[in-house]
């Protein structure tokens, strides 16, 4: 799920700050108020509404796979996903799933159409 806007945010803060009641302002700006009390903690601790950042280190089996991948695909068009894993595991020693690899050439706008 996409993060709420942070002028959305500021919306629903000034409008309890302004005194109204957290269950009033919950249904009018479409989140819950669990929302609004999470968002009122983190401006209290950090002063701001901004996203915080999404935990978790960075990917590394992925990393240079959406760069490699069209020159792999340029003379394997027609290569299934197990074969381009298959592919990707001998090139970085990184063994991925056949629905990472689906996400991947997803990002890069390819089909899994193959011919006939």
Do not use: N
Request: charged share 25%; hydrophobic share 40%.
């Amino acid at each position: 799920m996409k993060a709420y806007s942070e002028d959305l945010r500021e919306r629903v803060i000034s409008a309890v700050e302004r005194g109204q009641p957290r269950t009033d302002v919950a249904p009018r700006f479409e989140v819950s108020v669990p929302t609004i009390e999470r968002w009122l903690r983190l401006k209290r601790e950090t002063g701001g509404l901004a996203r915080r950042p999404v935990p978790g280190p960075v990917a590394v089996k992925t990393a240079g796979l959406v760069m490699a991948l069209p020159e792999r695909l340029a003379g394997h068009a027609d290569a299934t996903l197990a074969a381009h894993c298959s592919w990707w595991q001998q090139v970085s020693g990184f063994e991925v799933s056949t629905a990472t690899m689906s996400r991947a050439l997803a990002r890069l706008g390819w089909t899994r159409k193959k011919r006939p």
